[in-house]
T-cell receptor, first 115, second 113 residues
Framework: KAGVTQTPRYLIKTRGQQVTLSCSPI?????VSWYQQTPGQGLQFLFE???????NKGNFPGRFSGRQFSNSRSEMNVSTLELGDSALYLC??????????????FGPGTRLTVL | AQKVTQAQTEISVVEKEDVTLDCVYE???????LFWYKQPPSGELVFLIR??????QNEISGRYSWNFQKSTSSFNFTITASQVVDSAVYFC??????????FGTGTKLQVIP
């Protein structure tokens, strides 16, 4: 079974631009969660999607948004990038019960650098 | 609100020593789940264990063991006879019901050969 894939793996953007990151979950997994990982803040929950609906949302500004498609693939978008958005963005998929009660399978992450 | 405290930021041990990683959690839910994940230098987080709040039995898996104590809100992780391959950042996490998963800040373990 293929693992969670994330594209692109690395991204360099400048302040003010926007970016879209993509995540393909493990086949059969309907829950996709996104996390931001930084040295200072650790792993911060962004949002979780289940069956194309946002189930939970973390404490991030509205510049961070996401969506999930009918095939469970998910994208997250960050608009008006700021220097502080530089981070490793991790995607994780889990079974139908969702991330809260199931093992999460993490992708390798997208390393975003904002200049 | 949920919170996980991993007070040990970094730990160094010599190979074959035993090491315990501490995890203290806070949650208002009566039903919740606890997790441990490992993030090796390669970067990809790997699931180690899940425990629900009704199961206080300790668990052993090879050199790994977990001690869940509801009375002290702790879910500690012990590695017996540590190996260099155990070097990684270890994260403890808690979630309640359909709420988000809250991770601790992680403990970086370095096993010196």
């Amino acid at each position: 079974k293929a693992g969670v894939t994330q594209t692109p793996r690395y991204l360099i953007k400048t302040r003010g631009q926007q970016v879209t990151l993509s995540c393909s979950p493990i086949s059969g997994h309907r829950s996709v969660s996104w996390y931001q990982q930084t040295p200072g803040q650790g792993l911060q929950f962004l949002f979780e999607y289940f069956s194309e609906t946002q189930r939970n949302k973390g404490n991030f500004p509205g510049r961070f948004s996401g969506r999930q498609f009918s095939n469970s693939r998910s994208e997250m978008n960050v608009s008006t990038l700021e220097l502080g958005d530089s981070a490793l963005y991790l995607c994780a998929s889990s079974l139908a019960g969702g991330a809260a009660s199931n093992e999460q399978f993490f992708g390798p992450g997208t390393r975003l650098t904002v200049l | 609100a949920q919170k996980v405290t991993q007070a040990q930021t970094e730990i160094s041990v010599v190979e074959k020593e035993d090491v315990t990683l501490d995890c203290v959690y806070e949650t208002r839910d009566t039903t919740y789940y606890l997790f441990w994940y490992k993030q090796p230098p390669s970067g990809e987080l790997v699931f180690l264990i899940r425990r629900n709040s009704f199961d206080e039995q300790n668990e052993i898996s090879g050199r790994y063991s977990w001690n869940f104590q509801k009375s002290t809100s702790s879910f500690n992780f012990t590695i017996t006879a540590s190996q260099v391959v155990d070097s990684a950042v270890y994260f403890c996490a808690v979630s309640g019901g359909y709420q988000k998963v809250t991770f601790g800040t992680g403990t970086k373990l370095q096993v010196i050969p």
